[in-house]
């Protein structure tokens, strides 16, 4: 207990002396200020008012009336810099479904899972022999129309066959060329191609499966490019457009950060959701990433223009923060409020008046009204 009782005596001594030093020591005003002690003294009369304390102050090295000499900045005008975060899906630039336009036996397969193919390029084949045979015979089928349809026609430029019997000769002629065209185009199917360039997906048959129709074997996407859908809110949506740059980072790699640019806003917000659809298109040069894998996307949105100040120029009373001023060569206290901290300035909402320099050096010995000398003016922050 005799530790605890000596703790609180030590304190009440502590709090007794500051008490007294900004009551007795009007150079120990600052102090009290950054506290927040004098505020409660002015109001039980203790200690004077800032004005009135100030007036009892030497200005600058103990010398009554001399000025101050400061570091001081022009606050500059800079963008407030707003960030929309949200997170979408990725999808290949180009992808298609490879299925078969016809049931057969897969005979042949040209390409391995994970492939990259170009558009055009054999992928498997199908026991075509039916086909095939379908075609031979309309071929003999179209040579034998041919024949006929000459023979005839030789014989009306003779006089020896009928007109009905030459008009009868072109229409077999022109139904056995179809219906050759149409057992070529049937024995095609048997084939399948790459519709698109790109990677092969798993490949979903083996050789001797029976295919059925319109059954999925393979997916080809193409991921050299990756569209990512993603919903911003209906507040941001004016000020969005094509071409805007984001940044995208994978929620299984947060470290890797990616650029990309908005392909496409949706025509509508979701009234439900109050959200609008935005289509972002990155590069994925690498093919380090795959459709369907969760992006983070941020997008820097430019907002209003505020005064922006060093940040060693803001300083804290009981009323919050402020900063000094150089007005007219005298010092002033203007009230500040911050609105944006960035690497090297704070965006602040500052009653300024044109020709007003912020202290940036020299704000320990500076009281409302006292005469400032700019020892230096520094650059303006820039974020």
Do not use: C
Not at 277 to 284: C, V
């Amino acid at each position: 207990m005799s530790v605890i009782k000596q703790l609180l005596l030590a304190l009440a001594l502590l709090f007794v002396g500051l008490v007294g030093a900004a009551v007795l020591i009007p150079a120990a005003r600052p102090f009290a200020d950054r506290i927040g002690l004098s505020a409660p003294l002015e109001r039980l009369g203790l200690i004077s008012p800032v004005a009135e304390a100030d007036a009892a102050l030497p200005q600058s090295g103990g010398k009554a009336g001399a000025a101050i000499a400061v570091v001081a900045t022009e606050p500059a005008p800079e963008q407030m810099n707003d960030e929309v975060v949200s997170v979408g899906s990725a999808r290949a630039i180009r992808s298609v479904s490879v299925s078969s336009e016809v049931t057969g036996r897969l005979r042949t397969l040209h390409i391995a899972s994970g492939d990259f193919v170009q558009s055009g390029a054999p992928l498997a084949e199908l026991d075509d022999e039916a086909a095939r045979i379908a075609l031979d015979r309309a071929n003999v089928v179209l040579a034998d129309a041919q024949a006929t349809a000459a023979r005839l026609a030789t014989l009306k430029a003779t006089g020896a066959s009928a007109g009905t019997a030459v008009q009868e000769a072109d229409l077999a002629l022109k139904t056995a060329e179809l219906e050759q065209r149409d057992a070529s185009f049937t024995l095609s199917q048997f084939h399948l191609t790459a519709p698109v360039s790109g990677w092969v997906g798993i490949w979903a048959a083996d050789i001797g499966d029976q295919v059925s129709q319109n059954t999925e074997l393979t997916r080809i996407e193409d991921r050299s490019t990756l569209i990512v859908d993603f919903r911003v809110p209906e507040r941001v949506v004016q000020f969005l457009k094509v071409g805007d740059q984001v940044s995208a980072s994978p929620l299984a790699d947060p470290t890797a950060t990616l650029t990309g640019t908005i392909k496409a806003l949706d025509n509508r917000v979701d009234e439900a959701s109050r959200t609008l659809r935005i289509q972002a298109e990155i590069e994925n040069k690498a093919d380090a990433y795959r459709p369907g894998m969760a992006f983070r996307i941020s997008v820097a949105i430019a907002g209003e223009s505020h005064p922006a100040v060093d940040p060693l120029a803001i300083q804290w009373g009981s009323d919050g923060p402020y900063v000094w001023l150089v007005r007219d060569g005298k010092a002033a206290r203007e009230p500040i409020r911050i609105l944006q901290r960035n690497a090297t300035s704070v965006i602040v909402d500052l009653a300024a008046r044109p020709g007003d320099l912020v202290v940036s050096e020299g704000v320990q010995a500076l009281r409302p009204g006292a005469a400032v000398e700019v020892a230096a003016a520094a650059a303006a922050p820039k974020s």
